[in-house]
């Protein structure tokens, strides 16, 4: 009886280990991933509204954020922010650092931020709503990659 009670603790203590040593690979395995330098660049699409879509003459103005730099990417009549969830809905490939886009009297302007490289490339579709939609995206804008004030000199803060 004691023989078998050893024996069930020896193989419950076995398995308890070996899960902790998977755990570690994983852990190990994601930090790895973590120092792809897609995962540390940061883009965001944003858009302003500047005269709202309740009036005749609807305007909107897109941006890209990075860091500490915006960029006015164009100018629109309607715009919003896609959620990740929706990428494929709006023929942006899930990879993209994010996307925005809008309808307007049946025609819409779409964009996505694509990490390439050194730069950002901002892609761009303008389909035309009918039976069906077809994102056909084309670049846009190329942006440089912005650096992280922590890797700027000493000198370059501001006191």
């Keep these: 009886m004691k023989l078998r009670l050893f024996l069930v603790l020896y193989l419950c203590t076995l398995v308890a280990c070996s899960q902790k040593e998977e755990v570690q690979y994983e852990r190990l395995e994601q930090e790895e991933v973590s120092s792809d330098v897609s995962t ?8 302003e509204e500047i005269q709202n ?3 005749d003459n609807p305007l909107a ?3 890209l954020s990075q860091m500490e730099m915006q960029y006015v990417i164009d100018t629109v009549y309607t715009c919003s922010v896609i959620a990740p969830q929706m990428f494929t809905s709006f023929g942006v490939p899930r990879q993209a650092l994010s996307a925005c886009g ?5 025609q819409g302007n779409f964009y996505y931020a ?6 950002i490339a901002v892609m761009h579709a303008r389909p035309v709503r009918s ?12 942006v440089p990659v912005s650096k992280s004030t ?4 000493e000198e370059s803060y501001m006191p």
Excluded at 114 to 119: I, P, T, V
Excluded at 131 to 142: A, K, W
């Design 61 to 63: 103005v897109v941006y």
């Design 131 to 142: 039976d069906s939609v077809d994102f056909q995206y084309t670049l846009l804008q190329r």
């Design 53 to 55: 879509a309740d009036e």
């Design 150 to 153: 922590t890797e700027l000199p």
């Design 40 to 47: 540390w660049v940061k883009a965001d699409l944003q858009c």
């Design 114 to 119: 694509l990490h390439e490289g050194d730069s």
């Design 102 to 106: 809008g309808w307007w009297a049946g």
